[in-house]
């Protein structure tokens, strides 16, 4: 059907997305998402999480501690994870961490959107009172 | 707060994440208010699957239903589009801080003071 073939509105307009390009190979960039102490230097005070898949753990910034899940981690390449605010279940975001290899180095991609926009799965009537419960 | 709001972020994203619940939300925003009829005539989708999908527009606090004589008429509430807006500004904002935050670490690495 027509419809189906139009970008998605959510993924156009409603995810967060920003890119840095730096002077490195994608090997050198790598320790920046996969190496916790790294992480620490720019991304977070605090992270008591592996970069494993399936790792669970804690972020502190400096907004607060979140609990993250390490979905998946390609290395040299992606690191992509959930995280929500302890009080707020309803609150998950997916984080995805990505470098790919350009001209100048390698550009870091951060892309990071609620986590229910994601069309996994067609909201059934039942996720009505979810969504209510989520204002 | 921001908590809050990505909840309610997470609820308009997934609003939105089917493609004639967008047409339905783009159609109100074009035209203020509109009757379920009126929409199934204007999108190529059936006016039963109109009707579900206000259903769960509204449930999601996303659409408000007035009636109007004999007909009920939809129209668009905008907080929780202005909440998911502010959801993008405020994540936006700290995704620019943290990696202003490695470029600085990068550029004192490339040149250690002293």
Known sequence: ?135 | MSAQRDAVAGAVFAALSDPTRRAVVRRLSQVGSATASSLAAELPVTRQAISKHLVALREAGLVVADPVGREVRYRLTPAPFADAMGWMASTGARWDERLARLERRLAERAAPPG
């Open chain 1, 1 to 135: 059907m027509e419809l189906h073939n139009e970008p998605s509105l959510a993924e156009e307009c409603l995810a967060v997305r920003r890119e840095l390009v730096l002077p490195f190979t994608r090997e050198e960039a790598w320790p920046l998402l996969g190496d916790r102490a790294e992480l620490e230097t720019w991304f977070a005070d605090e992270v008591s999480v592996d970069i494993e898949e399936g790792a669970g753990g804690t972020v502190r910034t400096e907004e607060g501690e979140r609990i993250a899940v390490v979905e998946e981690v390609v290395p040299g390449r992606r690191v992509t994870f959930r995280w929500r605010d302890p009080a707020e279940p309803e609150s998950v975001t997916l984080v995805d961490l990505t470098l790919d290899d350009v001209p100048e180095g390698t550009r870091l991609v951060v892309v990071e959107l609620p986590v229910r926009s994601l069309p996994v799965a067609p909201a059934a009537p039942s996720g009505g009172p979810q969504l209510v419960a989520a204002r």
